[in-house]
């Protein structure tokens, strides 16, 4: 199976969204999916997607693990059936979520909950009458240091175990404050655990399809933030202060140096060491061109990155890296889209044109 495990930093910068996009995007290529909601009591996707197109009675899955489980509400899963209509034809998937809603993941259960549902996809292939199970996205509110450890040791089901030859997808939201956490030395514990969990992770969770687990995601809602007060207004670059007036008068918005960046022919990945040093030379010469708050400046700062060539290139990429997903649409429709119910949230999802820039950025 294919697993897509959804983090970030920050709450309210597109996890769920991104959940929905995978989604559809797994449905229009009729692939089986099971969406896992471990968003504890903010369990927008699971609300969402089973709200009106649920189906049948669900099934409880117990968690098989030999770590103690002390009121981590981490026992049980409930898995429901549920469809999207597309032309008449529904497309069926399956939705989870834990029995607590306050359950907690560390790494070792993390790897059980994981080991679980790949010991349990027949299973719930056959009591639900879907297809075998052959994509898993787990929506998150971890981040990805929460469910991975810094060693090898934390890596033996993923190794030699369970989830051995798995592929496995780390969908990183990038948002300014982790930036800044991974480059000023007064986070300096911060970002050595950062970067060793990084390091263990494309270390120990080898994919077939790609020479790092990480995905890259910028979504224009998390590059940026509507500023204090008019006064900082002036300062703002033209790119910035375009995002910013489009926010502000909920109007739809293409950041059209993201989409031309997008139109270009996918490279190699990139490691999450190398992007966070792009990003942090990019930074550099963003600051030396504005003289104000850099978070600000996140969106500029990204295109700067896209531009800074690779070590052994001497002009400018030609190439975007496979694992390298820049948004470039800010979608007025979908503003506070996880506080409404809707008959089939997947079948609209694909109406925008967010979803289509989104399965052009896919491999």
């Known amino acids: 199976m294919e697993w897509h495990i959804i983090t970030g930093s920050k709450g309210g ?11 559809a995007y797994n449905l229009e290529k009729q692939e089986s999916t099971l969406v896992l909601d471990l968003n504890g009591m903010n369990t927008d996707s699971s609300a969402m997607l089973l709200s009106k197109t649920k189906k049948g009675k669900p099934l409880r899955i117990p968690l098989q693990t030999q770590v103690p489980i002390q009121q981590t509400g981490a026992e049980t899963i409930v898995i429901q059936k549920a469809y ?15 029995l607590n809603p306050f359950g907690l993941y560390n790494p070792p259960l993390f790897a059980d909950l994981l080991a679980t549902i790949k010991a349990e996809a027949t299973r719930i292939a056959e009591k639900l009458k879907i297809p075998p199970l052959q994509q898993v996205i787990i929506d998150t509110n971890y981040h990805f240091c929460n ?4 060693d090898d040791t934390h ?35 911060e970002t050595t655990i950062v970067k060793l969990t990084a390091a263990a992770i494309e270390h120990n969770l080898k994919s077939t399809k790609k020479a790092t687990p990480f995905m890259h995601v910028f979504s224009p809602v998390a590059l940026g933030t509507a500023p204090d007060n ?19 008068r909920h109007d739809d918005y293409i950041i059209e140096e ?13 490691s999450f060491d190398e992007w966070v040093e792009k990003l942090d030379m990019a930074q550099v010469v963003v600051g030396k061109r504005f003289n ?52 089939d949230p997947v079948a609209i999802l694909r109406k925008f044109k967010i979803y289509r820039n989104f399965s052009e950025l896919m491999w």
């Not at 989830?163 to 480059?183: A, D």
């Not at 993201?258 to 990139?270: D, R, T, V």
């Not at 975007?320 to 409404?340: C, F, G, H």
Request: with cysteine.
């Open 147 to 150: 469910l991975f450890g810094q």
């Open 13 to 23: 910068i597109g996890k769920t969204l991104l959940t929905l996009l995978l989604l």
């Open 292 to 343: 104000d708050d850099p978070h600000l400046f996140f969106l500029d700062t990204l295109v700067e990155a896209l531009n800074i060539s690779d070590s052994y290139c001497k002009e400018s990429s030609t190439e975007r890296p496979m694992n390298v997903i820049p948004l470039s649409i800010y979608q007025k429709a979908l503003e506070y889209y996880t506080d409404k119910e809707r008959d």
């Open 84 to 98: 999207s209509l597309e032309n008449k034809e529904p497309s069926h998937y399956v939705v989870g979520y834990p």
């Open 230 to 248: 008019s006064s900082k207004k002036g300062a703002l670059t033209a790119l910035t202060n375009r995002l910013f007036n489009a926010i502000a």
């Open 155 to 189: 890596y033996e089901k993923y190794n030699t175990g369970t989830l051995n030859n798995e592929n496995i997808n780390l969908w990183f939201l990038w948002v300014y404050r982790q930036l800044e956490k991974l480059i000023q030395d007064s986070r300096e514990d």
């Open 258 to 270: 993201l989409k031309n960046f997008s139109k270009l022919p996918i490279g190699e990945c990139i």
